[in-house]
T-cell receptor, first 114, second 116 residues
Framework: AQSVTQLGSHVSVSEGALVLLRCNYSSSVPPYLFWYVQYPNQGLQLLLKYTTGATLVKGINGFEAEFKKSETSFHLTKPSAHMSDAAEYFCAVSAGNQGGKLIFGQGTELSVKP | GAVVSQHPSRVICKSGTSVKIECRSLDFQATTMFWYRQFPKQSLMLMATSNEGSKATYEQGVEKDKFLINHASLTLSTLTVTSAHPEDSSFYIC????????????FGQGTRLTVV
């Protein structure tokens, strides 16, 4: 079985500051890990994903995440926040052989202050 | 990436009526589709998994007679909320997965259902 915990339901940063959104997972099999962004009343947009291979994954809009098996973590970072980054972010996990069936974390709302 | 279209984007219905939500994969064949529900300010909860040509697999606690799922073709799955009640009001999102169990799933834009 898989589960995801996102630490912090709300994160606030200043424009230009580092963004760090935390995600820890639990999986009984090698996981696939994802980060999605959601704007109000819209669907999900995939930021990045880890399946196998390189543990540092680069995504869209300057985001990246590092898969750390020893820490069961997949934290999302961006060096410099933009106002347009304000949104809800979801970390998700799937079993490697069930790539489409996702279990989501609780979500983290990112606010960016001018 | 692949495109998944969900229709309608918003719907308001009266209590006791049924409403159908469509999820279409526009440029690929979706062997498997997933339906999620999202309450305001909450995460997405998987409701069911549907495979083309077979019965859907529902997650624990989801009423299969209330949330009817049909996946009649490789490009279309439908979710019908039957005898809707105000507590069924929610944001429903589908995703479609291509060939292969490990293939990525792509999300639709969601449907906001309001039952009055």
């Amino acid at each position: 079985a898989q589960s995801v915990t996102q630490l912090g339901s709300h994160v606030s940063v200043s424009e230009g500051a580092l963004v760090l959104l935390r995600c820890n997972y639990s999986s009984s099999v090698p996981p696939y890990l994802f980060w999605y962004v959601q704007y109000p009343n819209q669907g999900l947009q995939l930021l990045l994903k880890y399946t196998t291979g390189a543990t540092l994954v680069k995504g869209i809009n300057g985001f990246e995440a590092e898969f750390k098996k020893s820490e069961t973590s997949f934290h999302l970072t961006k060096p410099s926040a933009h106002m347009s980054d304000a949104a809800e972010y979801f970390c998700a996990v799937s079993a490697g052989n069930q790539g489409g069936k996702l279990i989501f974390g609780q979500g983290t709302e990112l606010s960016v202050k001018p | 990436g692949a495109v998944v279209s969900q229709h309608p984007s918003r719907v308001i219905c009266k209590s006791g009526t049924s409403v159908k939500i469509e999820c279409r994969s526009l440029d690929f064949q979706a062997t498997t589709m997933f339906w999620y529900r999202q309450f305001p300010k909450q995460s997405l909860m998987l409701m069911a998994t549907s495979n083309e040509g077979s019965k859907a697999t529902y997650e624990q606690g989801v009423e299969k007679d209330k949330f009817l799922i049909n996946h009649a073709s490789l490009t279309l799955s439908t979710l019908t909320v039957t005898s809707a009640h105000p507590e069924d009001s929610s944001f429903y999102i589908c995703s479609a997965q291509g060939q292969g169990a490990a293939a990525e799933a792509f999300f639709g834009q969601g449907t906001r259902l309001t039952v009055v």
